[in-house]
């Protein structure tokens, strides 16, 4: 790319249309229109132009377009938006204005726009696979809670058990007043139970066929095929971080910091990056410190901090040992080792 013919593109994505603004490297305007959003639209516009540095925000259409682009020769930096107050806290927000600031800023400074890595095409197939399989479990919750629900609201109660065996433990115990409104939906839910199991299989074919650096993070008691695999295919590249410490901050499993002067509280985690893996992830920490978790030093260790300050501290116990798994998951990955519990130099090293 000729630097001095450089043009920069802000791309402000919409569903059905997008807005480009054009400047040259002097920042003066070139062009704007609004295009349709669709693979034809772009390669009309981009597609025989000579190479431009582009940028778009972050969104639905992010992942696609910025592969189309970069399909064409183009340098394509994806913005996360949300960093910028300059855009989300514009008073004058505007197609028009996101498109301009997104070409500003890629002139001046491409780290000013907080740029992000797009997972590839596979790995954004395999992990569609996982986000599936946890709509199916959400409804299949909201359905039990429902029936559940409808039943007691008649004086009755039905037996406790796993959602996995709710249909088949529920139907003889349903009130035969209430069975022509909630047996379609028992049926409903066995219905995605199946499918739910279907999702499992193929979970586990991935991990041993296509993912098999899995195999190590699920020595851990506690992580299964589910979350090594979401770990793998959210983070895809392991040498993407330079340490494994920056995992934490990565998934928004650290505290906020609002430092001035002498004053530096920490508040609530910042929850940025992947919610579903963090979700994950302090799931299998919940596990860890439960009453089944193997005795391991992270256990110990979370289980100390637990000790003192009531709920809350149990709270920012789980936290803790969510933020030491994803580093030490990364270490298990990075370095091919066996995982020991109470290996002393090591284990002590990653969970330092």
């Not at 934490?248 to 940025?272: E, F």
Request: proline share 5%; aromatic share 6%; glycine share 6%.
């Amino acid at each position: 790319m000729n630097k001095h013919n450089t043009k920069y593109v802000g791309i402000d994505l919409g569903d059905k249309a997008s807005m480009i603004h054009v400047i040259d490297e002097d920042g003066e305007f070139v062009e704007e229109k609004r295009i349709p959003t669709t693979a034809a639209g772009l390669k009309r516009e981009f597609g025989q132009r000579e190479p431009l540095r582009i940028a778009i925000e972050v969104g639905f259409h992010s992942r696609w377009v910025s592969r189309l682009l970069r399909s064409y020769g183009h340098e394509v930096v994806v913005a996360d938006a949300r960093k910028l107050r300059l855009i989300y806290q514009n008073p004058r927000k505007s197609d028009r204005m996101d498109a301009e600031y997104l070409a500003r800023l890629l002139r001046l400074d491409t780290s000013l726009l907080s740029p992000i890595l797009h997972r590839g095409e596979k790995a954004q197939q395999h992990l569609a696979i996982l986000r599936s399989r946890d709509s199916l479990v959400q409804a299949r919750t909201k359905l039990v809670n429902h029936v559940r629900g409808m039943v007691k609201s008649f004086g009755f109660r039905l037996p406790s058990c796993s959602t996995r065996c709710f249909a088949r433990k529920a139907r003889p115990a349903l009130p035969e007043s209430l069975r022509p409104a909630l047996e379609p939906i028992l049926d409903s839910i066995q219905e995605i139970s199946e499918h739910i199991k279907s999702y499992d299989r193929e979970i586990e074919r991935l991990c041993q066929q296509e993912y098999p650096e899995t195999a190590n993070m699920r020595q851990i008691k506690g992580v299964g095929a589910l979350t090594a695999l979401a770990y793998v295919l959210t983070l895809e590249d392991a040498r993407r971080f330079r340490k494994s410490r920056e995992v934490g901050p990565y998934l928004g499993l650290i505290p906020r910091r609002n430092q001035s002067g002498d004053a530096d509280p920490q508040g609530r985690i910042t929850k940025t990056g992947d919610k579903y893996l963090r979700r994950l992830l302090v799931g299998c920490a919940q596990y860890i410190l439960g009453p089944f978790g193997e005795e391991s030093h992270l256990r110990t260790w979370g289980l100390r901090m637990s000790e003192n300050g009531g709920e809350r501290a149990k709270k920012r116990a789980v936290v803790a040992v969510a933020r030491k798994l994803a580093v030490l998951l990364h270490k298990l990955w990075i370095s091919r080792e066996d995982y020991h519990p109470f290996y002393p130099d090591k284990a002590k090293a990653i969970l330092a």
